[in-house]
């Protein structure tokens, strides 16, 4: 099933990725597809690699745990884009290669520590709410250079980028504003810390042809690709057709 709906949607994807990336004058090679599995059941995660999408997203903990335990860390790029409670965040250690969403100081400090503990390092994105929406999670605009040098001086922590969910709705203008926010703020962020690294993880099923034309390096994708998540459908640990 989700092998075949990958035929018909991943060229169609990356044929948007490849319009809105040229229109900005980049390369498509410059955004990096995030398959989102999380919902999913292993055959979905299976299918995204035998159609070549290495990079893998989950949103919560547990169900990142089971699929690792399942597939493995060699050939797979694991993403944590969902909200991390504090007390899950050691799992994360040696696990997820990139946590989209530190979008607290006291989640950057508890996430640190257990890197520095496991004597290991983090990479991460530090959320942002270029929105102002107050349901969504992330560093208030405003203080956002701030937070971000403060979670770059965490000793654990490799501070890759930054990440922003836009409100969801169609209107160009307020989602290539939200995009754009995001932008300006990394790039006032590396003019006081050249450490924080250039990734812009923006862009949904929804939004993806803004975000890529607004800056994004990293997109999150996933019922673009696999489809919603159909009641029933087994868990993530279980195989299914």
Do not use: C
């Not at 989209?100 to 390092?121: F, K, M």
């Not at 560093?139 to 250079?145: G, I, Q, S, Y």
């Amino acid at each position: 099933m989700y092998a075949e709906r990958l035929q018909e949607t991943l060229p169609r994807v990356r044929e948007v990725i490849r319009d809105a990336a040229h229109a900005a004058g980049r390369t498509e090679e410059s955004v990096r597809l995030v398959a989102v599995t999380k919902g999913h059941p292993l055959a979905a995660v299976r299918a995204a690699l035998a159609a070549g999408l290495t990079d893998l997203g989950e949103n919560r903990v547990g169900e990142l745990e089971e699929k690792v335990r399942a597939v493995g860390r060699e050939g797979v790029r694991w993403h944590m884009i969902g909200h991390v409670q504090r007390r899950k965040a050691p799992a994360l250690v040696g696990l997820a290669h990139l946590v989209h969403s530190v979008d607290r100081i006291a989640l950057a400090e508890r996430l640190g520590r257990a890197a520095v503990a496991a004597q290991s390092e983090v990479s991460v994105l530090v959320q942002v709410n270029t929105s102002g929406e107050e349901a969504k999670g992330g560093f208030p605009l405003r203080e956002a250079v701030e937070g971000v040098l403060r979670v770059a001086e965490t000793a654990g922590l490799r501070v890759e980028g930054l990440m922003t969910m836009a409100p969801y709705v169609d209107d160009e203008r307020v989602l290539r504003q939200a995009f754009g926010r995001l932008r300006e703020a990394l790039a006032d962020v590396r003019r006081h810390d050249a450490r924080v690294g250039g990734e812009l993880s923006m862009g949904m099923s929804n939004d993806l042809r803004w975000a890529v034309e607004e800056g994004s390096t990293m997109v999150r994708i996933g019922t673009a690709l696999l489809g919603p998540r159909t009641p029933g459908e087994a868990p993530a640990g279980r195989e299914v057709g």
